[in-house]
C-alpha cells in the first residue's frame, strides 16, 4: 500500500511583521450592542487596499451581521475579544450558502487568537423561523426548521489559497459551524468548537480541498465533528492529515460524505480521540458515485460510542457507484457504550433503524462494487454484549435477509439487524486483520464472538 506524504506550506503573503490596526481605529464599538457590519467590512477593504496587516480585537463584545475578508488581511481575536453574530436574520448575506465570516477567491487570509466567535445560533435560528412563518421569506422548512442554507453558519471559505484558522473558540452557529469549498493550503490549528446551538451543527467541514490540515483542536458537535465532503464530481478531497485533535460528536466523530460525487485521496487520521459518540469514530462513506483512495488511520482511541468503523459503497445517484480501496486502519481501541452514548447533550441524535443489536464493525460495500484491500492491525474493540434475543433471532434466520439498500443515506444501523457482533463484512475484498481483539463484556445473544460475512471467503485473512 502506498501513501503520499502530505506537505504543508505556511502562509507567503502575511509575516510576522504585517501591520497592526486596532478595531477601534475605525469606530469599531466594543459595547455589545452596537451593529458594527459597516465598520468592520471598511476595515478590513482599508488594510487589505494598503498592503494587508492585522486587523486586531482587543476586549470586548463586537456585533456584525456578514463580512467578508479579503486577501492578506488577519483578523485577530485578543483573548476576551468576542465576535458576535447578530440576532437579526436580514443581517445576513447569502452566497453559496449564508454566513457570518465570507471569503471567496481570496488568498493569505487567517483568524487568529485566543478570542471567541460566537454566532448566537439558536436564537438566530428561531429568529429565521418566525420570519419564514410571517411569510417573509420561502423555504422548505423541513424537518419543523428551515434548511441548513439559510441559517448562517459561522465562517465560509471558498477557493482560497493559504488559509489559517488557529487558537480561536468557535460556538453556537446556527448551521454549520464552519465550511472551507474548494481550498488550497489550509491550516486549522488549536481550534476549539462548541457547536451544540441546532441542528445541522457540524463541527469542520472540509470541501473538494487540497492539502489541509486539522491539528490539535477539540470538537464538540451536535452533528458529525470533522466531515470531509465532496460537492463536485470533477473535484476531490486530496493529501488531509488530522492529527492530534478530540472530538464528541452526536453523530460520528470523522466522516467522508455524505456527500462523495468527488472523492477523497490521500487522508491520514493520526493519533486522534473520541467520546461519548453517538454513532461511529470512522465513517468512510462512498455512496455518490465518488471514490475513496488511500486512508490511513494510526491511532484512535475511543470510549463510551456508539459504533466503531463503518465502510460503505452505496448507489444513491442511480448509476454512478462508488469505490474504496486502500484503507489501513491500526492501533485503534474502542469501547461501545451500553446505551446511548449522548444522552443528556444539547440536540442528541435521533432513536432510529430500530431493531438493531450492534456489530461494531461494518465494511459493507455492493455486489458489483466491492470494497477492496483493507487492513486492520493492532485493534481491540470491547463491546458491552447482552442484546436483545429476539433482535439477534432476525439476524440468525439468513444473511441473505440483510437487505442491500444502495440508496439509502448510509449509517452503521442503515441495515438494522445484522448476523454479527462483531465484524460484518460483505461484498469485500483482500481484507486482512493482524491481532484484532473484539470482546463482549456480558454474554451475547446471536453468532459467535468472531464472525465474517463476504461473498468470497478467500479474500479475507487473519493473523
Same mark, same amino acid.
Given at each position: 500500500?502506498?501513501?503520499?506524504?502530505?506537505?504543508?506550506?505556511?502562509?507567503?503573503?502575511?509575516?510576522?511583521?504585517?501591520?497592526?490596526? @486596532?478595531?477601534?481605529?475605525?469606530?469599531?464599538?466594543?459595547?455589545?450592542?452596537?451593529?458594527?457590519?459597516?465598520?468592520?467590512?471598511?476595515?478590513?477593504?482599508?488594510?487589505?487596499?494598503?498592503?494587508?496587516?492585522?486587523?486586531?480585537?482587543?476586549?470586548?463584545?463586537?456585533?456584525?451581521?456578514?463580512?467578508?475578508?479579503?486577501?492578506?488581511?488577519?483578523?485577530?481575536?485578543?483573548?476576551?475579544?468576542?465576535?458576535?453574530?447578530?440576532?437579526?436574520?436580514?443581517?445576513?448575506?447569502?452566497?453559496?450558502?449564508?454566513?457570518?465570516?465570507?471569503?471567496?477567491?481570496?488568498?493569505?487570509?487567517?483568524?487568529?487568537?485566543?478570542?471567541?466567535?460566537?454566532?448566537?445560533?439558536?436564537?438566530?435560528?428561531?429568529?429565521?423561523?418566525?420570519?419564514?412563518?410571517?411569510?417573509?421569506?420561502?423555504?422548505?422548512?423541513?424537518?419543523?426548521? @428551515?434548511?441548513?442554507?439559510?441559517?448562517?453558519?459561522?465562517?465560509?471559505?471558498?477557493?482560497?489559497?493559504?488559509?489559517?484558522?488557529?487558537?480561536?473558540?468557535?460556538?453556537?452557529?446556527?448551521?454549520?459551524?464552519?465550511?472551507?469549498?474548494?481550498?488550497?493550503?489550509?491550516?486549522?490549528?488549536?481550534?476549539?468548537?462548541?457547536?451544540?446551538?441546532?441542528?445541522?451543527?457540524?463541527?469542520?467541514?472540509?470541501?473538494?480541498?487540497?492539502?489541509?490540515?486539522?491539528?490539535?483542536?477539540?470538537?464538540?458537535?451536535?452533528?458529525?465533528?470533522?466531515?470531509?465532503?465532496?460537492?463536485?464530481?470533477?473535484?476531490?478531497?486530496?493529501?488531509?492529515?488530522?492529527?492530534?485533535?478530540?472530538?464528541?460528536?452526536?453523530?460520528?466523530?470523522?466522516?467522508?460524505?455524505?456527500?462523495?460525487?468527488?472523492?477523497?485521496?490521500?487522508?491520514?487520521?493520526?493519533?486522534?480521540?473520541?467520546?461519548?459518540?453517538?454513532?461511529?469514530?470512522?465513517?468512510?462513506?462512498?455512496?455518490?458515485?465518488?471514490?475513496?483512495?488511500?486512508?490511513?488511520?494510526?491511532?484512535?482511541?475511543?470510549?463510551?460510542?456508539?459504533?466503531?468503523?463503518?465502510?460503505?459503497?452505496?448507489?444513491?445517484?442511480?448509476?454512478?457507484?462508488?469505490?474504496?480501496?486502500?484503507?489501513?486502519?491500526?492501533?485503534?481501541?474502542?469501547?461501545?457504550?451500553?446505551?446511548?452514548?449522548?444522552?443528556?447533550?444539547?440536540?442528541?441524535?435521533?432513536?432510529?433503524?430500530?431493531?438493531?443489536?450492534?456489530?461494531?464493525?461494518?465494511?459493507?460495500?455492493?455486489?458489483?462494487?466491492?470494497?477492496?484491500?483493507?487492513?486492520?492491525?493492532?485493534?481491540?474493540?470491547?463491546?458491552?454484549?447482552?442484546?436483545?434475543?429476539?433482535?439477534?433471532?432476525?439476524?440468525?434466520?439468513?444473511?441473505?435477509?440483510?437487505?442491500?439498500?444502495?440508496?439509502?443515506?448510509?449509517?452503521?444501523?442503515? =441495515?438494522?439487524?445484522?448476523?454479527?457482533?462483531?465484524?460484518?463484512?460483505?461484498?469485500?475484498?483482500?481484507?486482512?486483520?493482524?491481532?484484532?481483539?473484539?470482546?463482549?463484556?456480558?454474554?451475547?445473544?446471536?453468532? @459467535?464472538?468472531?464472525?465474517?460475512?463476504?461473498?468470497? @471467503?478467500?479474500? =479475507?485473512?487473519?493473523?
Amino acid at each position: 500500500m502506498k501513501y503520499i506524504l502530505v506537505l504543508f506550506l505556511g502562509l507567503t503573503g502575511l509575516t510576522a511583521s504585517a501591520k497592526d490596526y @486596532p478595531a477601534s481605529l475605525f469606530g469599531i464599538r466594543s459595547d455589545g450592542l452596537t451593529l458594527n457590519t459597516r465598520s468592520i467590512q471598511f476595515a478590513i477593504d482599508y488594510v487589505n487596499s494598503n498592503g494587508g496587516g492585522r486587523l486586531v480585537f482587543d476586549v470586548g463584545r463586537y456585533v456584525t451581521g456578514s463580512i467578508h475578508l479579503k486577501s492578506n488581511v488577519t483578523i485577530v481575536l485578543k483573548e476576551g475579544a468576542v465576535l458576535v453574530g447578530s440576532l437579526n436574520p436580514f443581517d445576513y448575506d447569502k452566497l453559496m450558502m449564508t454566513a457570518l465570516i465570507f471569503a471567496y477567491n481570496q488568498h493569505d487570509v487567517s483568524i487568529e487568537g485566543k478570542g471567541v466567535i460566537d454566532g448566537q445560533g439558536r436564537q438566530l435560528a428561531i429568529n429565521v423561523t418566525d420570519i419564514y412563518h410571517k411569510g417573509l421569506i420561502k423555504n422548505l422548512f423541513r424537518n419543523d426548521r @428551515p434548511e441548513a442554507d439559510i441559517r448562517a453558519m459561522l465562517i465560509n471559505f471558498r477557493e482560497c489559497r493559504n488559509v489559517l484558522i488557529k487558537g480561536v473558540t468557535i460556538r453556537n452557529a446556527a448551521s454549520w459551524v464552519q465550511t472551507y469549498d474548494q481550498c488550497v493550503n489550509l491550516r486549522l490549528d488549536s481550534v476549539w468548537v462548541d457547536s451544540k446551538a441546532f441542528w445541522n451543527n457540524d463541527g469542520i467541514d472540509i470541501v473538494d480541498c487540497d492539502s489541509a490540515s486539522i491539528t490539535n483542536s477539540y470538537i464538540d458537535a451536535a452533528d458529525d465533528g470533522i466531515c470531509l465532503k465532496s460537492h463536485d464530481a470533477a473535484k476531490f478531497c486530496n493529501n488531509i492529515l488530522i492529527r492530534n485533535n478530540t472530538i464528541r460528536s452526536s453523530a460520528n466523530a470523522i466522516k467522508f460524505g455524505t456527500a462523495s460525487y468527488g472523492g477523497f485521496r490521500n487522508i491520514r487520521i493520526i493519533d486522534n480521540k473520541t467520546f461519548d459518540t453517538y454513532r461511529s469514530a470512522i465513517a468512510l462513506e462512498a455512496v455518490d458515485g465518488g471514490f475513496v483512495e488511500n486512508v490511513e488511520v494510526d491511532g484512535l482511541t475511543g470510549i463510551n460510542m456508539g459504533h466503531a468503523i463503518f465502510l460503505r459503497i452505496g448507489e444513491r445517484v442511480k448509476g454512478k457507484k462508488g469505490k474504496m480501496e486502500n484503507i489501513r486502519i491500526r492501533n485503534v481501541n474502542i469501547e461501545i457504550a451500553a446505551s446511548k452514548p449522548d444522552a443528556g447533550y444539547e440536540y442528541e441524535g435521533p432513536i432510529e433503524d430500530m431493531p438493531r443489536n450492534i456489530s461494531p464493525i461494518v465494511i459493507a460495500g455492493m455486489p458489483d462494487a466491492p470494497i477492496t484491500r483493507v487492513s486492520f492491525e493492532n485493534v481491540d474493540v470491547q463491546y458491552p454484549g447482552g442484546g436483545n434475543a429476539m433482535f439477534a433471532k432476525r439476524g440468525l434466520d439468513s444473511l441473505d435477509k440483510v437487505p442491500e439498500r444502495p440508496e439509502a443515506y448510509p449509517d452503521f444501523s442503515m =441495515f438494522t439487524e445484522l448476523p454479527a457482533w462483531g465484524a460484518y463484512i460483505r461484498h469485500a475484498q483482500d481484507v486482512e486483520f493482524s491481532n484484532v481483539a473484539l470482546s463482549a463484556k456480558k454474554k451475547t445473544t446471536g453468532p @459467535p464472538s468472531y464472525w465474517m460475512t463476504s461473498d468470497s @471467503p478467500d479474500s =479475507f485473512r487473519s493473523k
